[in-house]
């Protein structure tokens, strides 16, 4: 994947983020589109490039939310660092690895931000996590499930995995 | 106790770049809200705003589509409710003309007039009955006129609790003992059929040869037989043929019979009651106020008091 690709990716994942996720929430949960373009970005880009991303789309994120300014960046760059390094050992164009990292990956984010957000609330946290994010992460596998197929009919290695003989 | 951590982080860049990214996402939250605020506003305008313009207009698309599909809907049913009301308009007119026709006869001719609607028409490219819902139960039999403002349409063929047919105009059966409004010659009124019984028109039989009787001569019912009162429209001469002992004389009906909705059954004529009388007056004249000063007339039938041949009425009762 070229880095002009997974920057287009990550400003998609931006505005898909704010502007289509609310419109298609499912019991209250959303599909993660930013943890989607880091796990891309993972998949061809190494750890370092996902990780700076993260953080970037993190922030900007969080200047939405001024008083947690630094949250996102930080559960964003944290899952990308974890979900590259773990593609890195995996193989990566497998689907049920792609799913379970980006299963992993949304779930992840959404501990940090909620653990740190909820911090002296363990019930809510925990009712946040159950209530919302491991349906959130399900959604975001369903997506990714989505993408992965058509990537594959388009012959899109970037985001199959598959590599190049 | 920081040199082993140095030497892993020289060693592994990926790590570094996670670490300085933790950092600074701490420094970010550790600063004071002011702070946080400006970096806020710094980050969000040059970037933000031009993803948040693009995010307000597909969020704006959608609304749109929402409030579209919403006026789509309502667009449905003010269509729906205007059909309804076109429906009751014409309802209307035609109650209006019912009512026209019923105050429109004089006092001492003033039938007891039964409204009914029609609920089916059995037969196939020829009218054979007219089916009405209202029955032995309303006092309706055999034999009663049923009229509209425009004319005759026929006679009660038979009658049960809830309906009854008509026999209408067009029934092969059918014959109404007429007379020409203005030359008062006699006939008998009947159906003509072709050879695929395929009805042609309406013929005056019985007309003796050399009679007064001209095209777009009005023929009213004469009230001979007993059957129809006297003064009800049936049609107008549409041709005139001289034969050597009788003339025939073909009829256009007034009534278009496939189109009537709502019809009357003459059951007799009513009992004086002044204060009907004075009721329907007074209706009479509210209708001849809201009509057009030249309409005040439309739709008083013949046997009326616009000049109609009341005295050949043969006391109105089937």
């Keep these: 994947m070229r880095l002009r690709t997974f920057v287009l990716m990550c400003v998609g994942a931006l505005v898909l983020d704010t502007a289509l996720a609310p419109e298609i929430e499912i019991l209250g949960a959303r599909p993660d589109f930013l943890v989607l373009a880091i796990v891309y970005g993972g998949l061809g880009l190494g750890i370092r490039i996902p990780v700076i991303a993260g953080f970037v789309m993190g922030l900007m ?36 690895v792609q799913c379970s990292v980006i299963f992993g990956a949304t ?8 653990g740190v957000y909820y911090r002296g609330s ?7 996590v159950i209530r919302y994010s491991l349906i959130g992460a399900g959604y975001t596998v369903a997506l990714g499930l989505l993408i992965n197929i058509i990537a594959r009919f388009a012959n899109w290695r970037a985001i199959t995995g598959a590599v190049r003989r | 106790m920081l040199s082993p951590l140095t030497r892993l982080l020289r060693g592994n860049r990926d790590l570094t770049t996670l670490v300085i990214c933790v950092l600074l996402s701490a420094i970010a939250l550790a600063l004071p809200p002011a702070a946080k605020v400006v970096i ?33 809907k309502l667009a449905m049913e003010l269509v729906e ?24 006869f004089a006092a001492e001719e003033r039938f007891d007039l039964l409204p009914a609607t ?91 040869a050399r009679s007064d009787i001209r095209a777009h001569d009005r023929v009213i019912t004469s009230g001979l037989g007993g059957v129809y009162p006297a003064g009800l429209v049936v049609g107008d001469v549409s041709s005139v043929h001289e034969g050597p002992l009788t003339m025939t004389v073909h009829i256009d009906i007034a009534v278009n019979l496939s189109t009537i909705e709502q019809v009357f059954v003459l059951k007799g ?8 009388d004075a009721m329907m007056q007074a209706l009479l004249k509210e209708l001849a106020l809201e009509a057009a000063p030249s309409d005040t007339t439309e739709g008083v039938p013949s046997g009326g008091p616009e000049g109609a041949p009341s005295t050949e009425l043969e006391g109105g009762a089937p």
Excluded at chain 1, 107 to 114: G, K, P, Q, T, V
Excluded at chain 2, 48 to 67: C, H, I, V, W
């Design chain 1, 61 to 96: 994120v969080d200047s939405e939310l001024p008083e947690y300014l630094g949250l996102n960046a930080l559960a964003l760059s944290i899952t990308a660092f974890l979900s590259a390094s773990l593609l890195d050992r995996l193989v990566k164009s497998q689907v049920l």
């Design chain 2, 81 to 104: 409710e205007r059909a309804a009301l076109i429906s009751q308009g014409h309802e209307n007119e035609r109650l209006r003309e019912l009512t026209h026709f019923m105050v429109g």
């Design chain 2, 40 to 72: 806020s506003t710094i980050a969000a305008t040059p970037i933000l705003r031009p993803l948040k313009r693009l995010a307000t207009a597909a969020d704006g698309l959608t609304r749109l589509r929402g409030e579209n599909e919403r006026l789509r």
């Design chain 1, 107 to 114: 779930l992840l984010r959404d501990i940090i931000f909620y």
């Design chain 2, 118 to 208: 029609v609920i089916g028409m059995p037969g196939g490219r020829i009218i054979e009955g007219i089916e009405i819902n209202a029955g032995e139960a309303s006092g309706v039999q055999a034999g009663m006129p049923v009229v509209v403002p425009d004319g005759l349409v026929g006679k009660i063929s038979s009658s049960v609790r809830g309906r009854s047919l008509v026999e209408p105009l067009t029934s092969a059966s059918s014959a109404v003992a007429v007379t020409i409004e203005r030359s008062r010659v006699r006939g008998i009124v009947r159906p003509r059929y072709g050879g695929a019984s395929e009805l042609l028109d309406w013929q005056m039989d019985y007309v003796p």
């Design chain 1, 122 to 128: 363990l019930d809510i946290f925990g009712h946040f």
């Design chain 2, 269 to 276: 004529l009513a009992a004086p009651s002044p204060e009907r």
